[in-house]
């Protein structure tokens, strides 16, 4: 699907409206890598988002969740497993007992978490299934925007939030970084893309925590179509599990 056409399927969120490039690029990594050809094969969202049965219905499969919130029968079908990643800590703390799978997408989740990915990596690889897939989308710490405003003496992250039902990023990551994490955890890179895919015209604002319509992100989207792939915007990388 293309960034309009998910846009299509609610107009009025916009959320849905920012993100919808970078789940474009989800679907398609999920497409071409999750099991070529396998109908009905499994699939694992860690943080059910608007794209979860986006997700599914693409892979003809009926998608699990993990996250916070009680384990509960998901609408439309599959099941969500309460698991708070920070106990990835400790192993005597991991959920046990959950099903396997050939698909897990771990997107735009990482930069919250304040445990070192090398475990979390470890815990979700714990759930593939051998030659199963981990698809990992992040914000790239090394963005043109933030180091242009280190540049200008202004921090380019924000502040962390008092709210913790919407908690902002904690720590972001180069490439090499997820990589190093990646193979520590014993997982294998298929492929990496780099690209701004956030559409800035529907822009976060974390004082009222709301995406909003600003028009003038459209400069930013051109801007960032002219810069090189170690200042997008964004990090995705296809993993597997060689079991």
Known sequence: MSPDELRAVNPNNLYLAYHAPRFAVLLRLL????????????????????????????QNCTPDSLGLGPDRNRDGGGRHFEFDLHNCQDEARW???????????????????HVAPSLVLRFLRSLLNPGGV???????ALALHKRLLMLAGRHPYEKIRENPAIPGH???YTLDELRDYAAGAGLN???V???????????????DGHHHHTPRGRWMNTLY???????????TMVLTNPG
């Open 170 to 172: 904690i720590r972001e």
């Open 95 to 113: 959920r046990r007992g959950l099903p396997t799978y050939d698909a897990v997408v771990f997107a735009e989740v990482i930069e919250h978490l």
């Open 225 to 235: 179509r002219f810069v090189p792939g170690s200042m997008q915007r964004g990090i």
């Open 134 to 140: 981990l698809i990992l989308q992040t914000p790239n």
């Open 189 to 191: 890179e298929i492929e």
């Open 31 to 58: 497409a071409k890598h999750a099991r070529p050809g396998r109908v009905g094969g499994t699939l694992l969202d860690i943080g059910e988002s608007v794209c979860t049965p986006l997700m599914g219905r693409q």
């Open 193 to 207: 893309v780099r690209e701004s895919y956030f559409d800035y015209r529907y822009r976060f604002d974390p004082r």
